[in-house]
């Protein structure tokens, strides 16, 4: 177990109190009693100041304390006085005769000094060497006086033995020293506490005890019955009453406690000092000559320790200034840093104040705030950062560079706006800061001859201008002036307007961006709704316009017409002359139409050679007239760079409300009329619903199937084509399938007429096409599927397509985009269709032909075609139709024509596919005529695109064990 120091718990001052209450009584006895009791009763006190240190000392645990020694010091003292009064009364022993007593009594008071000198060195203190100096002058002081009263004439009285000569001296001697702890303890000025009142009061009663003593008895009048024993019992008591009070402080303080001022200690130490002189001159008044030299000796000491004090008080002086000095140097150093922090502190304010202002007006900026208002809190920023009275922003006059106008101020002088407000470049501290392009800074405004007269006038002190740029221009600048007098702009200022010229720049700059980009917002608007090659409003614009005026008309219950045309000859044109002509021709048709229609009326482009006409408010019989006149205009020739060129145009006409009531029904039906204008090579045709074979049933149908397109209901089926020599995959055929929500799977007979009769049957076959082209592409690509390398896939053009004449370049697009070679498309155009109109069909076929696809005859039989116009079509491939195939072993008829168009087709060259190959024995008996290609259920029925792959796979195994394989 590690030794713990236990906590001292001071005794409570009612211990003390009790003590003195209880010592008074004593004395006071004392003081009545006399002999023996008197005795016993200073015995008795002297006994209780033991028990209170052995109490003390006890529970401090402090063996060499202040208190144990003084306990060491009582112990001795109590037997000394036991055998000096009590018992010395009959004894009757001599004073002088040294005796057990004066070895016990000074033993116990060496033993006080210890006890002192220990509590003394305890409390310490910061300047000891001087403490012990001013304590041993006034104790030099006490002891000349102790030497001439009391010790001198002992010595000098030959009455005295030399031993009770060293008595009489020692008790003097000793307590001279006592004096001079207690003074010690003076000095060390802690005299504050009632316990250390206590202390010294009794050292003093001691010692003036033993001065009565020592005076009495040398005068021989000492009695028992005297004043001496009182006084010791006093000192016992206040002895014992000190070392109870819990203020005594034994222990050095935690913080020293103020001293004994300095003026007193040294009027104490001045007093002292002189005592040895005084004496020394009263020994020379007195004639005393025997104590002179001793005298003079203690005086000289008395001296050299003044010296030494005073040369300790100028060293400590000295040390003092140097102190101070430092300190003072500290304190400047500490003041300097305090305005060097002042100032940064204010400069870091300002710099926030700057860049608060800054993110204010950026927001403003970015926030698109108007332009006038971001500049208002500019100049309003300037006024309030750099605190000068006026502030103007002025910026170049669009029309005239010379001159800068002032656009934004604050604080110019009243009346003198007018002639502020313009300014020339060069002129001002703001017009030189645009025309040499920096900051300009004037100081003694007033004086300035290029200063500006309303300011000198007034007399503005100083100003200073920041240019501001645009596309790293000076158009403006920013200036600031004051009237305050010798203003200087500091840097952090000079930073600061800078920073809010550039503001400026920023605004104007984001401005003009935002200008640009309505301009070219508007652009991007107007080329949104018009055609680029004609100016004329577009597709949409001409959308938006009809739903306009179907509005407006439903409102004043009033027809609308739509006139729909589509150029006849156009084509030819561009074939012959080239894009350049039939561009330019288009860009004339435009003025031809629009000198026949009304301010209100509109002529929009939809495409290609398409034009359309809306005009409100009109019946169908005048549209019928405003038609008329238009083909009319348009037949007249067209003179382009010297050339006559002719155009004829077919036009379809609609009326609103009575054949339908939103633009897409009123342009699909403008387009079926067209459709017949165009076939009938004459007129204007207006729809009716005589004109339109749709049923209301394929009507709705004809609406859903323009969303099918666009929403993917479509699908492709496939159906291979086999070649009967090889038994291989020649061709597959793509058959559309409409996967109608409600209806469930259409087949095509249900559309594609709808389709073919409107112009729908021109995205749809666009969407065959592509979708075709990119299963074909993804076949090939993908090893697993075992295609022979020429395979091709077939898809149906209707008769549509063939008055198309982008269709051409249509395929060819599609062909690139899926990267299949030409080749390996064929198209299947059916008989009927080629006969509708014999010119066309033949043209376009032989720019298809010449784009390298190859083309089918399709249902080849049904259309009673002049077989030797097959000769010159640009065909490859004849296809039987499946109602002679289907029939053929049945009806020797169908036989014949199926023999006698295979027979043709291989004159010609062509390659010949029998379709509606429903069973083996048609498919031996085509085999047998030499047909090259067999397609029907037989071979295989329409699959999904997505089983194609299995099916060839399947296909190659069987094949091998086939006998047409
Ligand atoms: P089509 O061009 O003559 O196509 C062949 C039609 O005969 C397909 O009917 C096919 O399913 C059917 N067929 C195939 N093998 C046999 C067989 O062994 N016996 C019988 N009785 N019929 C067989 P589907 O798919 O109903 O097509 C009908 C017509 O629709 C096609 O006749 C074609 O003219 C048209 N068509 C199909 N897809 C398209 C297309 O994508 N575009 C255009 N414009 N027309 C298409
Ligand atoms: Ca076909
Ligand atoms: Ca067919």
């Not at 101020?409 to 703001?430: N, R």
């Not at 405004?445 to 740029?469: C, I, K, N, Q, S």
């Not at 614009?541 to 009033?558: H, I, K």
């Not at 009329?673 to 005589?690: C, F, Q």
Request: hydrophobic fraction near 45%; glycine fraction near 8%; proline fraction near 5%.
């Amino acid at each position: 177990m590690a030794p713990t120091q236990p906590r001292v718990e001071p005794l409570s001052g009612r211990w003390s109190h009790a003590f003195l209450a209880c010592g008074a009584v004593v004395v006071l006895a004392t003081s009545l009693s006399q002999g023996a009791l008197r005795g016993w009763l200073l015995v008795g006190s002297a006994v209780a100041a033991l028990g209170a240190t052995a109490v003390v000392a006890q529970r401090r645990h402090d063996l060499l304390g202040p208190v144990s020694i003084l306990r060491v010091a009582l112990l001795l003292l109590v037997p000394g006085y036991v055998i000096w009064y009590p018992l010395g009364l009959n004894a009757e022993l001599a004073l002088v005769t040294i005796s057990i007593t004066d070895v016990l009594f000074i033993g116990g008071y060496l033993l006080y000094v210890a006890a002192l000198a220990r509590l003394i060195r305890r409390r310490g203190g910061s300047d000891r060497v001087v403490q012990v100096l001013d304590s041993l002058i006034i104790s030099i002081g006490l002891a000349v006086l102790a030497w001439v009263f009391v010790i001198s004439p002992v010595v000098r009285d030959p009455g005295f033995s030399g031993a009770a000569k060293a008595t009489a001296v020692s008790y003097p001697a000793i307590d001279v020293l006592l004096l001079g702890a207690v003074i010690r303890l003076l000095v060390q000025g802690r005299l504050t506490s009632v316990g250390d009142r206590l202390l010294t009061g009794w050292v003093c009663v001691q010692l003036t005890a033993d001065l009565v003593y020592t005076v009495t008895s040398l005068r021989d009048t000492f009695s028992f019955d005297g004043p001496s024993p009182v006084l010791y019992t006093g000192s016992f008591v206040l002895l014992g009453g000190a070392v109870l009070h819990p203020s005594l402080a034994l222990d050095p303080p935690a913080a020293p406690e103020p001293s004994l001022s300095a003026w007193r200690r040294l009027m104490l130490v001045g007093a002292a000092s002189l005592i040895a002189p005084i004496v020394l001159i009263g020994l020379g008044l007195t004639g005393k000559v025997e104590d002179v030299a001793t005298v003079a000796l203690m005086s000289g000491v008395l001296f050299a320790l003044a010296l030494a004090r005073i040369g300790i008080l100028m060293v400590d002086v000295e040390q003092h200034r140097r102190i101070e000095d430092q300190l003072q140097a500290s304190v400047r150093a500490e003041r300097q840093r305090f305005t060097e922090n002042r100032e940064l502190l204010v400069s870091l304010r300002e710099r926030q104040a700057l860049s608060d202002r800054l993110f204010r007006i950026q927001r403003k900026i970015s926030s698109r705030a108007p332009l006038q208002d971001v500049l208002d809190s500019i100049t309003a920023g300037a006024s309030d950062l750099l605190r000068d009275e006026v502030t103007g922003l002025r910026l170049i006059d669009a029309e005239r560079p010379d001159i800068l106008r002032l656009v934004s101020s604050v604080g110019v002088p009243a009346g003198t706006a007018p002639e502020l407000s313009q300014l020339v470049v060069g002129e001002g501290v703001g017009g030189r800061a645009v025309s040499e392009d920096r900051l300009c800074i004037q100081e003694d405004y007033a004086a300035w001859e290029g200063g500006l007269d309303p300011f000198r006038a007034r007399r503005l002190t100083a100003a200073m201008g920041a240019p501001v740029h645009v596309e790293g221009r000076p158009i403006g600048s920013l200036v600031v002036g004051t009237f305050r007098p010798s203003r200087k702009y500091s840097p952090a200022e000079q930073d600061a307007l800078i920073a809010l010229a550039e503001h400026v720049s920023l605004a104007l700059n984001d401005a003009r961006t935002v200008q640009a980009m309505h301009e070219a917002l508007d652009q991007a608007l107007h080329q949104a709704m018009h055609d680029a090659l004609t100016g004329l409003p577009n597709r949409a614009c001409f959308y938006e316009r009809t739903e306009q005026a179907l509005r407006s008309a439903r409102r004043d219950d009033a027809s609308t017409a739509v006139l729909l045309f589509d150029l006849d000859r156009f084509k030819e044109i561009n074939d012959t002359l080239g894009h350049r002509y039939g561009d330019l021709v288009l860009q004339d048709i435009g003025p031809r139409i629009s000198a026949q229609l009304r301010p209100q009326d509109t002529l929009a482009r939809l495409g290609g050679d398409e034009f359309c006409v809306l005009l409100p408010h009109m019946t169908a019989s005048a549209a019928g007239l405003v038609a008329r006149q238009i083909v009319a205009a348009l037949e007249d020739p067209f003179e382009i760079d010297g050339m006559l060129l002719a155009v004829e145009a077919s036009c379809g006409i609609v009326v609103a409300p009575e054949q339908g009531d939103t633009a897409d029904l009123l342009l699909q039906r403008a387009d079926v009329a067209m459709y017949l204008s165009k076939r009938s090579h004459g007129d204007p045709v207006v729809y009716s619903d005589e004109v339109d074979v749709n049923t209301p049933d394929r009507l709705a149908l004809l609406g859903e199937l323009r969303a099918a397109i666009g929403r993917d209901e479509l699908c492709l089926h496939v159906q291979p084509q086999r070649d009967l020599v090889t038994a291989e995959v020649v061709g597959i055929e793509a058959l559309v399938r409409w996967n109608h929500p409600r209806l469930g799977f259409l087949p095509p007979d249900r559309f594609i007429p709808i389709a073919e009769d409107t112009g729908l049957i021109r995205p749809l076959t666009a969407w065959v096409l592509s979708s075709a082209l990119g299963h074909l592409r993804s076949w090939i690509d993908d090893p697993a599927v075992p295609l022979s390398n020429d395979a091709a896939i077939a898809v149906n053009v209707s008769t549509r397509s063939l008055l198309d004449d982008d269709f051409a370049d249509e395929v060819t697009a599609v062909l690139q985009r899926a990267g299949v070679p030409p080749e390996r498309l064929i198209l299947e155009v059916t008989e009927t269709a080629i006969m509708a109109d014999p010119e066309r069909a033949h043209r376009l076929l032989t720019e298809l032909a010449g784009t390298g696809v190859r083309i089918a005859i399709d249902d080849f039989g049904t259309g009673y075609s002049s077989l030797a116009s097959l000769r010159f079509l640009p065909v490859h491939q004849l296809k039987i139709d499946k109602s002679f195939v289907t029939r053929m072993h049945e009806a020797p008829n169908d036989a014949t024509i199926v023999r006698s168009i295979i027979d043709l087709g291989h004159t010609l060259g062509l390659t010949t596919v029998a379709e509606g190959v429903e069973t083996e024995a048609a498919m031996d008996q085509l085999q047998r005529l030499g047909c090259d290609v067999a397609q029907g259920y037989f071979v295989a029925r329409p699959m999904p695109t997505a089983s194609m792959a299995e099916w060839v796979r399947h296909h190659r195994l069987e094949a091998a064990g086939s006998p047409y394989g």
